[in-house]
């Protein structure tokens, strides 16, 4: 598990990225670079890091589910996540 401040920072990031978002794409067609300069350093998208939503865990990150592969295996075999199944042949 990660911590619970990693995860609200993460969750502060996504929330400044969104606000900013509007403002950011209107000074990169005007070409207003030193005005992105002066924009808060969160507000970059780049930024942003995949974490999983049930955990916190930031590696092993499956984009389709939103999970880590840890939980993501947990949950597969346990039958929670639909059309998913072990395979064997």
């Not at 992105?36 to 998208?45: G, I, W």
């Amino acid at each position: 598990m990660a911590k619970e401040s990693m995860k609200a920072r993460e969750v502060k990031r996504q929330k400044m990225v969104a606000k900013y978002a509007a403002k950011r794409k209107a000074l990169k067609e005007a070409g207003d670079y030193e005005a992105l300069q002066r924009l808060p350093k969160d507000a970059s998208p780049v930024r942003l890091h995949n974490r999983c939503k049930l955990t916190g865990r930031p590696k092993g990150y499956m984009r389709t589910f939103g999970l880590s592969r840890v939980t993501f295996r947990e949950m597969a075999n346990q039958g929670l996540i639909p059309g998913v199944r072990k395979a064997s042949w």
